[in-house]
């Protein structure tokens, strides 16, 4: 099982190989889990989305398997 953490940040986001405390797991594929730490405002959902599917994409895994948690 494979833990990443997608963080937001106010001038970028950046993908980190471990989970960061205080993070929220959002992604969910069979083999990997994707945590999001910080602000992630509405506008910004769109490039965290494209961070998780390149995440899977890198590990061979069918994005049909991504589920995502919490999202309004």
Partial sequence: MEIITIVVKRVGIEVVD????????K??????EI???????????DKVNY?????????HIPLKQLVSYGWV
């Fill in 35 to 45: 945590y999001v730490f910080g602000a992630c405002p509405v506008s910004e959902r």
């Fill in 18 to 25: 471990a989970r960061i405390k205080g993070a929220r797991l």
């Fill in 51 to 59: 961070h998780a599917f390149e995440q899977c994409r890198m590990r």
């Fill in 27 to 32: 992604y969910y594929a069979p083999g990997l």
